[in-house]
Structure formats: C-alpha cells, structure tokens
C-alpha cells in the first residue's frame, strides 16, 4: 500500500474535492432524502479509508452493502459515472470485509455483556421510566459490589429477582426497592428475550481490536453489521451501535490528531439515536462525540435531513455530504434553509436552491482543509465506488465468513460461571433459620446469611474472576475491561 494520499477523492467537478486524512477524525455527515444517492456515498468514503490502511464499521440496514467483497463495474451506471469524471480507467477492485450479525445468520456472531451495556443503555434498550432506571441502576450496584457477573440476561433476571425478594435487606445501603418497578423490569426482560434480544449478551463478547485490522496488503477492514432484522427494534439497533461507540471511547488511549483515524464508525438512521431520549443521555452522547476524535475515530452520521441531529452533535461535523432534499410543503421548505445554513457559504452558489435541484448521485460537499477550516460549499457528482453494488450472493457471504480469520471464535458459546449460577446455587444452600427462644437478639435472616455468603464469596470474585474493582465509564459500561 502507498503512503497516505494528502487528500481521498470523495467527489469531483472540474476539480478533485476529497477529505483530508489528517481531518477524517473531525467527523462528517452524509444526508439527502431517500433514493438520492447516500448510500453510494457512504460506499466511496469507506472504500477510500480502507485503502489507506483506516479500519471500518458500517450497518447494512437494507442488505445492500455486502457487495464492497466483490470487484465491482457490473453496472453501466457506474462504468458511465466514471467515463463522466474522467476516470474510465479507475481499477475495481474489492475490498477486505468481515460480516456480522447480532443473530448469527449472516456473519459472525456480534455480543456484548449485560455489564459492559450498562445501566443506563440497557434501561433505555427496555424502555423503563426514570424510577425504573434508578432501580436498574441500583442493581447493578448490588452486582458490582457483591462480586456477582452479569454476562447475560438470565444473570439480570436472576438479579432482579433476587434483590425483589430481599429488599429489606437491601434498602438501608441503597435505597427503598419497588415491587411494582422489579415486575416491570422483569417484563421488558421478557419483551426483549422475544424479539431475540437474548441472542445479543453473553459470551465471547465482542473484543472490538478484532474489528481494527488491516489486510495483507494494509488495506483496513471494513466491519459490515447485518442491521436488517435488528432494525425491526430501532431502540435496540440504535443502543447497541451507540454502546459500540462508547466502547470505543473508553478502550483506546488519547492520540490528538494522528496522520489519518485509526478506526471509523459509520452511524446509518443517525436520528435513531436522539429519538425520545432524557437530557443527561442526549449531553452523554455529546461528550463522546465531542472527546472521541482525540482517540483518533472518526464518527460519519447518516440521515435524511442535518436537522436530524442535536446542534450540539451537528456543530462537530466538519465534513459534509449533502444530497437532495425535498420541500413540498412550507415545513418542509423551511427544513431545507435551515439545512443549507449548516454549510459555509459560497457567493457563487445558490445553497438552498441547490439543496431541492441536486440529482442522484450529485451532492453539495464541504470537507476540512488541511487547517481544519470548513471548504465552501461546492455543487459535484460523487465518485462511483470500486465494489460491486449487487448484494452477495448466499453462497458467497458463506465464504466471506468461514474464511474468515475469526472463523469459529465467536461461533462457539461460553456460559461461565456468574451471577444466575451463583444465586441459584446461595439459594440451595439457604436451609429454614431453626426455632430459638428470644433473648433480646433477633436470629439472622435467610436474606441477610446468603448476602454474608455472596460477600465472602465477592472477595475471592474480585481477586481471581473479576480481576479487580469494577468501573464503569461515561455511559455506564464498564471501563477497561474488567470482565477479561
């Protein structure tokens, strides 16, 4: 692979206009209505950061991404789109790809843990009011502090079970203890266990430098989720992808600005993620946006409309893809001003007019120079991409993932010893308390013995199982991988 270009051509008028490597960690946006063509852009970039050796990650909402495998020029579209831009000769090519599926069917299996999700992504994945929230949050505590290893949900349900049944014992440390919210907690448990959202904790969890690889010939991998079914529970798709983040936020060490990202992460239905969320997470979610690009992670929003997302989140997007919009109606008219004054202005372009003319494939981009100054918004054809735009073909995602260099490692499942085996095996042990006369001292309860066993046992957990003092991060998951 040859050393890093100076700028990756996204897209072109009688000039290349590309993003500048050493800026891809400022972030970017890709937007435009349906069928206008961002998918294809969101194609080229990535192509264009694996061939420098940067790592992706991208969900295939629609199904449609899995050809970046292939060599691509089937299409006469894209042979037409090159002849247009001058680069009749561009090479096709194929590109490095690991598929994923939360599921399992499409890719290799995609996990987390209960503890490492966290409280406070976990009660949002489950839809629990604030009462609920600060339940949740206490149990966790409880877990923590006794040593007790939520790897997936049956430990949570064993947990939640548990503290319900001994909540006297538990509300002078923590707090008074709902019987009301532990059932409702109980029952989004359920809810999630049938829309197959058990299938997504337990163990191997993910190792995420198992997505920061490059090839042989240095090219980064780009990580393909199979979003299509996991897209039927937006809340759990847009949680999980935002977990993923998190992750990435609390493993890697600070880098300022290196020379190009080490990893990107592409965050397709963006809006997804600010739908109906409180406050101190919305602020969360800003704050690791806003601190992640010293990781060196470039974070690309994919959206209908710029104003999907929070002024806030917006304001750190320094690199910009913008398709059409529509405006049928005077909402919709207003949306796109207010869409086009997110750009830098350009005297010799109308942005708003711009915005409702933009044909498919054309967009207006605005990338970072080499200073970090937003360009001026310019009207261009973007690039065709190199891969095949037909979907693979069963067959050939098969091979893509049996050869695979994770072939089989997060195939086969753990089920190691935690918080459910440790309580069920505390509640067979627990024998009736026998008669005592009174003598002015009260006999030890069952709940108050088995919480003396779970402390016994927590010390010997946090020596040799957990490994040591469990933390947790800025969205709640736990930092540093405490669980290894």
């Known amino acids: 692979m040859a050393g890093t270009p100076e700028s990756l051509c996204i897209a072109k008028t ?15 946006l890709i937007a ?43 299409s006469p579209k894209v042979r037409e789109r090159a002849a247009q831009l001058g680069m009749a000769d561009m090479g096709f090519e194929g590109f490095p790809v690991v598929f994923w599926d939360v599921f399992g069917a499409k890719g290799h299996p995609l996990r987390t843990t209960v503890s490492e999700m966290g409280p406070l992504l976990l009660g949002r994945i489950l839809n629990l009011n604030d009462i609920q929230s600060s339940l949740l949050s206490m149990i966790f505590k409880i877990a ?90 937006p809340k759990l798709y847009a949680t999980f992808l935002l977990w993923m983040l998190s992750e990435l936020f609390e493993q890697l060490p600070e880098l300022g600005d290196p020379p190009k990202p080490v990893f990107t992460f592409f965050f397709d239905e963006a809006h997804l993620l600010f739908e109906d969320i409180p406050q101190a997470l919305a602020e969360k979610i800003e704050q690791v946006v806003r601190l992640i690009r010293s990781k060196g992670v470039g974070v690309y929003f994919i959206t209908q409309n710029p104003l999907d997302l929070p002024e806030d989140v917006l304001g750190q997007l320094g690199n910009r893809v913008q398709h059409a919009l529509r405006a049928f109606t005077p909402k919709e008219q207003k949306a796109v001003k207010a869409a086009a004054e997110t750009f830098r202005a350009n005297p010799d372009l109308d942005i708003t007019k711009a915005i409702m003319e933009l044909g498919v494939g054309e967009a207006l981009v605005s990338f970072l120079d080499a200073k970090g100054i937003p360009g ?14 037909l979907p693979l073909t069963d067959a050939e995602r098969l091979s893509v993932v049996s050869s695979s260099v994770l072939a089989g490692h997060y195939e086969r499942v753990v089920d190691r010893e935690s918080a459910y085996e440790k309580l069920k095996e505390k509640a067979a042990q627990a024998v009736p308390a026998p008669e005592v006369p009174r003598t002015g001292r009260e006999p030890v309860s069952e709940g108050t013995k088995m919480l003396q066993a779970m402390a016994k046992s927590a010390a010997h957990a946090i020596g040799s199982q957990v490994g040591r003092q469990i933390i947790r991060g800025v969205l709640g998951s736990i930092f540093g991988k405490s669980r290894r």
């Open 32 to 74: 435009g209505a349906t069928g206008t063509g961002k998918t294809v852009s969101l194609r080229v970039v990535a192509e264009q950061f694996s061939a420098i050796g940067v790592p992706v990650f991208m969900a295939d909402i629609k199904g449609d991404l899995s050809g970046m495998a292939m060599p691509g020029g089937e």
């Open 376 to 389: 001026m918004a310019e009207r261009a054809l973007v690039c065709p991409p190199r891969s095949r735009l």
């Open 144 to 233: 923590d502090d006794n040593g007790l290893l939520l790897l997936d949900l049956k430990d949570l349900r064993s947990m939640v079970k548990f503290v319900g049944e001994q909540a006297d014992q538990f509300k002078n440390e923590y707090g008074n203890i709902s019987t009301a919210s532990t059932g409702a907690i109980q029952r989004s448990l359920l809810a999630l266990e049938e829309q197959g959202g058990d299938l997504l904790f337990g163990e191997p969890a993910l190792n995420l430098q198992d997505m920061m690889q490059t090839d042989g010939k240095g090219r980064g991998m780009i990580n393909i989720l199979a979003a299509d079914r996991l897209m039927q529970s």
């Open 14 to 28: 009688d000039h290349e206009i590309g993003i500048v490597p050493r800026m891809a960690n400022r972030h970017g």
